[in-house]
DNA sequence: TGTGCACATTTTGTATACATTCAGCGAGTC
DNA sequence: GACTCGCTGAATGTATACAAAATGTGCACA
């Protein structure tokens, strides 16, 4: 598949990351990257690097590069981290937003509930990630904005299964997200802040729920007989 | 001056930036800088594209790298910032730190000491930057220390002038900066997040007044007669 | 004097050939 | 039988030549 731009890939692979289509912790072979998209290896590996310094991707001298990977230790400082930052974005971005990406927004909002509506998870996740990517630009603010992004990798990485409601009660979930969005901009375009950050804190527990019990399943039933003669047995 | 290895080259580009020896906004020239550091453009090109990614420099398509600008607007978002993303990391490193960090940080806070005893202003800046980065590789929250090592490369820049005593009320802040590090390596060291965050805005507070300062410079001292003139003139 | 255009120069982007490093594997030795 | 050593192949790292883009310059012309 000849003649992509480097843009292109560079977008592509953020995606293909993004939804775990490569998954966390895979190596990527520079020449058959580069022949996927037709590019030679030194602009793939300009790629590689730029992928790298936005935290999607590890690079290691002589053993080239892997998907950034997701180990127990950084999901607990992801879920230490990211209320704070997820508060103060809404917050800036509530006083600094534009015209032009509020629309922008609204628009991102649009495709989410479209594709949640659609049962399309993967892009649903991935109009969410440019949802608060989008809330991150309006804040304006550079260093916030660096945190920000490398949660949100994560973030959607994590929600992947998120938007593929298993049961009724997680439609509603999925539902109630797509709500708080709505709220959300309203309270942006407002400038109304104190309303912003509260409500992005909601959003964030009703997330937080959904992903720890992802990353903590709920445990599988068990045969309460023997479950009971193993306790005896401790 | 031939034969530097591409680490190197990235730690020389970066102390360069950080004591303004390469001035913000100010031009880099791909053929130049390979040629002094002895290396071929392309790994030149790659160091220059890991510089961006951690925020030193930024490039656009068809028209080079330049050195991260330091405008006014991005000057109100650091005074926003900084206290709260230094706050947290501090918390998080008097939590977290391991025993080899703490002799790396001590070790850094012997250098700063001496250096700015000697008088060495740029070398006690690089010291203090390395003494403040050090802390946040304790605090061992990936998601933070990007927005850190970003606050730190600015913070770095604006205190260029801060460690060349202009007069002895001034050598007296510096001291007190030099104490206020001791008393966070013990707070670090003993565990003690709450006053590892007390002593860390105390910190910045002493910080700030100078960095406002230098943004904004005490008023020259002015001819009152002439003064009084103008005043009467508007 | 000012404006616009074409050309020349400089600088960045790309492809490719070559060098180096690393990992796996087998033969030889203790 | 286990270990070391060294070979081999496959990957990454580097240099350089060439292509494309952008900037600057000179000149013609209004």
Known sequence: MPNFTKEDCFADLKLRILTTDLAPGSALDEVTLAAHYGLSRTPLREVLQRLAGVGYITQA??????????DIGTMRTFFQTAPMIYANIASLAAENRTAA????LKSAQLDFTRETAKGDASAAALSNHRFHALIGEMAQ???L???????LIDHTRLSQTFYRPASPAES?????AADQHDAMISAIEAHETAL???LTLQHWDLSRDRLERFVRPDPLPVD????KDRRNAI
């Open 172 to 176: 509603v979930l999925i539902k109630k």
């Open 101 to 104: 990406q509020l629309d922008a």
């Open 196 to 198: 912003a950050i509260d």
């Open 145 to 151: 904005t660096a945190s920000l992004d490398r949660l």
């Open 224 to 227: 309460v007989v023997s479950l």
């Open 61 to 70: 001298e002589n053993r080239g590069s892997k998907v950034a990977s997701m």
């Open 141 to 143: 603010n550079p260093y």
